[in-house]
């Protein structure tokens, strides 16, 4: 994909994870810490330093194959460690990445286009608007790579809309409590979320109910 945009330790560390976890069957990313800058040590073991979800959704992706091309890497000194980043990509790994983008960024675009839709009955201008939004904001950016901004950010939407709708409260917390494994800064929004029901009490116990279950 010409869009896909992928050289920084950010997008390499969930990258990694989700080969440790396809290939190793575990969270340690010791056979790949030299890859990438974004890690954390301890015990004796390198883990990723960011939010696991993405890296647990896709991994799966990793079954068509562990990609042994020759990659051309550039090396950077951190402390006394030298990272190498990678700066070509051979076309399995790169099929694989791209892959990756498009699942974690796909469902976001679909919901604005709904909501869009719902708001608006001309189709053409309903369209515009989703690319206007796609294109111009830095949602393009980020949709181009893989942090968890953006997957994040369709769970909490969605949970939005079901509480704005009064749908299934205990489904909208249990989907709001799952955003932050995605992106962590996620659960800044979770009391927002539990405001739009002060008054409903019933409703608001569920609703806090699934919130915790979905961050436990």
């Known amino acids: 994909s010409l869009l896909v945009h992928w050289v920084g330790w950010n997008e390499e560390t969930r990258y990694l994870l989700s080969k440790a976890i396809f290939f190793e069957n575990r969270f340690e990313i010791d056979s790949y810490y030299n890859l990438t800058g974004d890690r954390a040590f301890y015990k004796g073991h390198y883990y990723s330093d960011k939010a696991p979800g993405v890296a647990f959704i896709t991994s799966f992706i990793h079954i068509l194959g562990n990609e042994n091309e020759e990659k051309v890497f550039i090396p950077y000194k951190l402390n006394q460690a030298v990272i190498f980043t990678p700066v070509s990509l051979g076309e399995l790994e790169l099929i694989k990445r791209t892959v990756f983008i498009i699942l974690t960024s796909s469902l976001f675009g ?44 369709f769970l909490l939407l969605l949970s939005c809309i079901l509480i704005l709708r009064n749908k299934i409260p205990f489904l909208s917390g249990l989907i709001a409590g799952i955003a932050p494994l995605f992106e962590y800064l996620s659960v800044f929004f979770l009391p927002s979320s539990l405001i739009l029901f002060y008054n409903k009490k019933d409703k608001f116990i569920l609703f806090l109910a699934g919130t915790i279950l979905g961050l436990l």
């Open 110 to 153: 679909a919901l604005i286009l709904v909501i869009f839709a719902k708001l608006f009955s001309n189709t053409r201008f309903t369209l515009f608007l989703v690319l206007l939004f796609g294109f111009s904001t830095p949602i393009f950016v980020y949709s181009t790579t893989l942090p968890g901004q953006i997957f994040a950010s």
